[in-house]
């Protein structure tokens, strides 16, 4: 059992660059969001998605796409990296948001330089 | 004012000390809370649910003031391997977001 898996775990790009970080779980998870941490910052909300074909802004959500085509996937996209976006990015899953007692599952991280 | 904060930290306590970390929050319409652990440079792990009632699990308990708006983690007996960071979360379940403190580190020395 896999849980969350996100890709790359490292990843370096020059500024005004295009990537995309991935996310997969096979927790059959209706919920997935995407968390930025920054030293001293905490994890900040980008994106989530309660399911499929549904997805909303956090806390942070400019410079980032996402979709949602499917239950398994949350890919976040970065549409032209800048230095500020240098942080490292968990994704997390949760069974069903609209319950209590549902906590949340996290990815390894990718750690993301802009330069 | 942060949706969710926690005593700055950080903690430098001897093997053996009882150590409470608080948290406050401040939308009402959270729902859920949650204690996780952060080990360095890894993932967030859920180390438990916290409740009205109370929740204890071994060396570990938890507690829940709605009134207050406060969450609190109790640690007794500390260990070398409880060093980490502590996060506290709460979730609003109409809006199915999770919010995060800052966290607190915890150091527990020989």
């Known amino acids: 059992n896999a849980g969350v898996t996100q890709t790359p775990k490292f990843q370096v790009l020059k500024t005004g660059q295009s990537m995309t970080l991935q996310c997969a779980q096979d927790m059959n998870h209706e919920y997935m969001s995407w968390y930025r941490q920054d030293p001293g910052m905490g994890l900040r909300l980008i994106h989530y998605?309660?399911?499929?074909?549904?997805?909303d802004q956090g806390e942070v959500p400019n410079g980032y796409n996402v979709s949602r085509s499917t239950t398994e996937d949350f890919p976040l996209r970065l549409l032209s990296a800048a230095p500020s976006q240098t942080s490292v990015y968990f994704c997390?899953?949760?069974?069903?948001?609209?319950?209590?007692?549902?906590?949340?599952?996290f990815g390894n991280g990718t750690r993301l330089t802009v330069t | 004012r942060k949706e969710v904060e926690q005593d700055p930290g950080p903690f430098n306590v001897p093997e053996g000390a009882t150590v409470a970390f608080n948290c406050t929050y401040s939308n009402s319409a959270s729902q859920s809370f949650f204690w996780y652990r952060q080990d360095c440079r890894k993932e967030p792990k859920l180390l438990m649910s916290v409740y009205s009632s109370g929740n204890e699990d071994g060396r570990f308990t938890a507690q829940l003031n709605r009134a207050s708006q406060y969450i609190s983690l109790l640690i007794r007996d500390s260990k070398l391997s409880d060093s980490a960071t502590y996060l506290c979360a709460s979730h609003n379940t109409n809006a199915g977001k999770s919010t995060f403190g800052d966290g607190t580190t915890l150091t527990v020395k020989p």
């Open positions: 997390a899953s949760s069974q069903r948001p609209d319950r209590d007692n549902s906590p949340l599952h």
């Open positions: 998605s309660v399911g499929a074909g549904i997805t």
